[in-house]
């Protein structure tokens, strides 16, 4: 089940918000997981027996090595990690190592692929975060197989995350408050998110498909693409965001900020600081500091950078154009740490650096292959000669859009919005808003197909 599915929307959500306002927190903490059980048994019911062992295999875990010390309690550790990592390399990866061991020999191995269970990657690294945080602290008192199960499927940040820590979330469980104040900003948010995903995200990829399709490659052609996925994975998945924090909100959870405007970045440091902020902060605590993050020799810390980033974009998908995405990345935060950043630069030349190297990190990231990467790297750069009837036809009908979405990026539109908000007379206003935005978001669903978001392959 989708956030832009009407069974959501029409059904799922009224209950949903029913429910967090009118019912005790005991009684909304059971609907909230039997509402989160659905809502996965519902998005895929093949692999819904496969979450509900992963989520007692884990707990089970949990309990043994909390009365345990020393090497049986590392043990235990690593038995969980290994298993959860086997499951996410089987479901995820199967098919990749298979076909790399077989173009390795040159032959061809067959297989069938495997379905891979939704939300796979956030569910494995939100039970490894517990795993490692309850193996760092012996004396964390151990709480019921409830409130974990609830931690594990909360259906808001089940597929895409953010992936948030257990004890900020556990902590919330008996002790939020629902309010209508606080429900209210909940829907609002919610309808944010919405209206980047539908009206933004969904034309934008419309828009990246038309001009990177075959026999349509050109200079310009290229550009467009590129700069529409740059737009559309960002309002796509912070948008998503904007839901998840949205729905969580209005069942008086505070989950953690997954996104910080990334593309007013400086450097690529801060662009890492700003976009998809839960990943890089669980890749910062549980590898980058564990290998010895920067105190270590310089080989070492470049070898550390390399590591975690190269993970990083395995993490991602089942390609090497996502290990190689990896590694640009940590190319560019070697290359930023022992020496651009030691140079003056003008603001604005800080942060057209950083954005153009941005898009370029994008080609990698959504070409099927490294070769077609580079091609269309070519055609960036005039390769593929400076044809502009097509561009035409792609500016008049999507111009509006893409222009909209360069705005949509700062931070200006929602300080305007926020600075209506918060003057009484324009409170009104801010609320006509937002219905205008949710009855276009509703016309544009009647009117299109369905667009997965694009995190929820991962």
Not at 132 to 139: A, L, V
Request: with cysteine; proline share 4%; glycine share 6%.
């Amino acid at each position: 089940m989708s956030f832009t599915s009407f069974t959501f929307l029409f059904m799922v959500l009224p209950l949903f918000i029913l429910s967090s306002l009118f019912l005790s927190v005991k009684k909304s903490n059971w609907i909230l997981l039997l509402v989160s059980l659905f809502f996965y048994s519902w998005g895929d019911p093949h692999h819904f027996f496969l979450l509900i062992l992963l989520m007692i295999y884990n707990f089970a875990l949990l309990s043994f090595m909390n009365k345990r010390t020393g090497k049986r309690r590392k043990s235990l550790l690593i038995q969980g990690v290994l298993v959860n990592i086997f499951l996410l390399f089987y479901f995820k990866y199967y098919g990749f190592i298979l076909n790399t061991i077989g173009s390795m020999f040159h032959f061809k191995i067959q297989f069938e692929p495997i379905p891979l269970p939704i939300g796979i990657s956030f569910i494995t690294f939100s039970v490894l975060s517990v795993l490692f945080d309850y193996y760092k602290d012996e004396n964390r008192p151990m709480h019921g197989f409830f409130e974990y199960a609830l931690y594990v499927s909360f259906f808001p940040k089940l597929l895409m995350g953010p992936i948030e820590r257990f004890e900020p979330f556990f902590h919330q469980i008996y002790h939020r408050k629902v309010s209508f104040p606080k429900a209210s900003e909940g829907i609002e948010r919610f309808i944010i998110g919405l209206s980047k995903k539908v009206l933004l995200a969904d034309s934008l990829s419309v828009l990246y498909g038309l001009a990177i399709a075959e026999g349509t490659i050109s200079f310009y052609t290229v550009w467009i693409a590129v700069a529409a996925f740059t737009l559309q994975i960002y309002f796509d998945f912070s948008g998503y965001t904007d839901m998840a924090l949205g729905l969580a909100k209005i069942a008086g959870f505070e989950l953690m900020e997954n996104f910080n405007y990334p593309y007013i970045a400086k450097s690529i440091s801060d662009f890492w600081r700003r976009w998809h902020i839960s990943l890089s902060q669980w890749f910062r605590d549980y590898i980058y500091i564990p290998l010895g993050g920067n105190r270590v020799p310089v080989p070492r810390h470049i070898l550390n950078i390399l590591v975690v980033w190269m993970t990083t974009g395995l993490w991602h998908g089942a390609s090497w154009t996502y290990i190689f995405w990896g590694f640009y990345y940590g190319l560019l935060l070697i290359i930023e740490k022992y020496g651009i950043s030691k140079l003056r630069l003008p603001h604005w030349l800080k942060w057209f650096s950083t954005f153009f190297l941005v898009m370029i990190g994008w080609v990698f990231f959504f070409s099927p292959t490294i070769q077609q990467a580079f091609h269309y790297l070519g055609a960036m750069f005039g390769a593929e000669g400076f044809a502009l009837h097509h561009t035409l036809w792609l500016i008049q009908n999507y111009g509006i859009i893409l222009l909209l979405g360069a705005i949509f990026i700062f931070p200006l539109p929602g300080k305007i919005y926020q600075r209506i908000h918060h003057d009484p007379q324009g409170q009104w206003m801010c609320t006509a808003i937002l219905v205008v935005l949710l009855f276009l978001c509703i016309a544009a669903l009647l009117n299109s197909t369905y667009q997965s978001f694009l995190y929820a392959a991962f």
